[in-house]
């Protein structure tokens, strides 16, 4: 790839070179570019405040996060089809070699952040076991249940868990729900109508109780991987949101304008 070559300057390649006059990314690029930002500065910022949130606003919050973050997955999918066969504008001719190279680590790191963080995401709410497995119970018996009604502080397993010997059974308690607190265990349904799978690779692994605790450190790691993603993600937005600003009030090129902010030097 020759030097001052961008994410951009690929799709160039793929169009066959064709000439171009244009100053602007196109319509359909633009309105990709914005959906996709607006998403994600939405699942930043649920993202980190939505732990605090009490139940069940905490479990409205996660699925909203989810529903932006699978729309974010789908339309960088489309995004990445446009790129490769739409040809994007020369980049402005002004930047210097360290901005070329710069500009174009910035925006692999912003399309890797546009995938992974989904599929991290995903990964976590895969990684819990299928209700009624024999990994829900063993993960019941980790995890303590309050019984309703019960004196202050007493837990007591969750439903569906094997019972300790000799302690009292659980009447009227709903067998092998999640308790509160826990991991969302329902149905994921993406803007409230599309049913989310799991990754079942991931979910079979707490299929027997002994797959349980393999699953969960590996649920560990995903929400490790999704947390630290999350920040390399705002640093390099921030470099992104820079190096924008540099080239529009710095350098008085007009770079929002390739974008579709302001007027448009020429229509494509
Ligand atoms: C999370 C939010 C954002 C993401 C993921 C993102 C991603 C990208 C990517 C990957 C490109 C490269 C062009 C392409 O492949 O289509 C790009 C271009 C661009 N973005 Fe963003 N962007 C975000 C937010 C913003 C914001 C807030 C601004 C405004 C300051 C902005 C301004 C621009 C401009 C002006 C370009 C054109 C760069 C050029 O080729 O000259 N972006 N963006
Ligand atoms: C653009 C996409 C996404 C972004 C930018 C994003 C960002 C974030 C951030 C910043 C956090 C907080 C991390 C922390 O507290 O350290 C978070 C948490 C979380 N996200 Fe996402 N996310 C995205 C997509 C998804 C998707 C698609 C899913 C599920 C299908 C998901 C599931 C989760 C879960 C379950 C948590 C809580 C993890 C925990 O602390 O237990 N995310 N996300």
Do not use: C
């Not at 018996?141 to 007591?156: D, E, N, V, W």
């Amino acid at each position: 790839m020759k030097w001052g070559m961008t994410t951009s300057d690929i799709g160039l390649a793929a169009a066959a070179g064709k000439a171009t006059a244009r100053s602007s990314y196109s319509r359909v690029a633009i309105i990709l570019h914005w959906t996709i930002a607006g998403l994600i500065i939405f699942n930043l910022a649920i993202g980190l405040v939505m732990e605090g949130f009490p139940l069940p606003l905490r479990f409205f919050a996660l699925l909203l996060h989810v529903s932006s973050g699978m729309t974010v997955l789908a339309l960088t999918m489309v995004r990445l089809v446009w790129w490769l066969t739409h040809e994007p504008p020369p980049h402005l001719a002004s930047l210097k070699f360290w901005e070329h190279r710069l500009a174009h680590g910035v925006h692999v790191a912003l399309y890797v952040a546009m995938v992974g963080m989904p599929l991290t995401g995903w990964a976590i709410v895969s990684a819990h076991p299928r209700l009624g497995s024999a990994g829900a119970a063993e993960q019941a018996r980790h995890l303590p249940f309050k019984i309703p009604g019960s004196p202050a502080g007493a837990s007591q397993p969750m439903p569906g868990a094997p019972p300790e010997p000799g302690a009292p059974a659980l009447s009227g308690v709903p067998q092998g729900g999640p308790p509160p607190g826990a991991p969302p265990r329902r149905e994921m349904k993406v803007w409230g109508f599309i049913t989310l799978p799991p990754i079942k690779a991931i979910q079979d692994l707490g299929e027997t109780a002994g797959g349980y605790e393999p699953q969960q450190a590996l649920h560990e790691e995903f929400v490790s991987w999704h947390s630290i993603g999350g920040y390399l993600l705002i640093l390099a937005l921030a470099l992104h949101i820079a190096g924008a600003l540099k080239h529009q009030y710095v350098d008085k090129e007009p770079e929002f304008q390739r974008m579709g902010l302001g007027r448009r030097n020429k229509k494509v």
